[in-house]
């Protein structure tokens, strides 16, 4: 079979690369019929898909723009409301450390004048309590120095104004010792 196939080949001296006329012809004819149909059908097809993707990727595109730009706006207004935070914070906190120094000078001034009044206080009831004392040690001086004095006199001084002017004069005498001891000693 191969030796019949080669022998029908002989006869025909046509090359296979170079096709015969006929062959040519109706190649040539079918293959502008298909690129007339793929121009006319599936060329616009194919255009029109790639538009749209080209349309879709620069939409997209502007669309991611737009929304970093967004993003960037949002974080410039972030960062200001921070930083403005952050100073009214500061003058938040210095207010009330100058509050603060206010009312601890305030408390100071109440607790010096509580304690100056609470002195005084104390001062006047010494003062009152010193007199009173005083007047009963006076009376009790007084009676005994009476007492004694009756007794090395040999008399009775029931008198009061004699009792009151003899007390009187004993106490001054002694007051005058006590200041005169005072005196030596300083």
Do not use: C
Request: aromatic share 4%.
């Amino acid at each position: 079979m191969l030796k019949a196939f080669a022998a029908a080949a002989d006869e025909t001296s046509h090359s296979v690369l170079i096709p015969e006329l006929p062959d040519l012809i109706w190649g040539s004819l079918a293959f502008i019929v298909v690129l007339v149909f793929f121009i006319w059908k599936i060329l616009p097809r194919v255009n029109a898909s790639l538009d749209a993707r080209a349309a879709a990727i620069e939409g997209g595109i502007k669309r991611a723009d737009e929304a970093q730009a967004k993003a960037q706006e949002a974080l410039e207004k972030y960062t200001a409301q921070l930083a403005e935070g952050r100073a009214e914070a500061a003058k938040i906190r210095e207010q009330a450390r100058d509050d603060a120094k206010v009312i601890r000078a305030e408390l100071i001034e109440q607790a010096q004048t509580d304690a100056a009044r609470v002195v005084a206080n104390a001062k006047a009831q010494i003062e009152v309590e010193r007199a009173a004392a005083l007047a009963s040690l006076r009376t009790e001086v007084g009676s005994l120095a009476l007492g004694l004095a009756s007794t090395v006199i040999g008399e009775s001084l029931n008198s009061d104004k004699r009792s009151n002017d003899i007390v009187d004069r004993f106490l001054a005498d002694l007051e005058a010792s006590e200041a005169a001891a005072a005196k030596t000693k300083a």
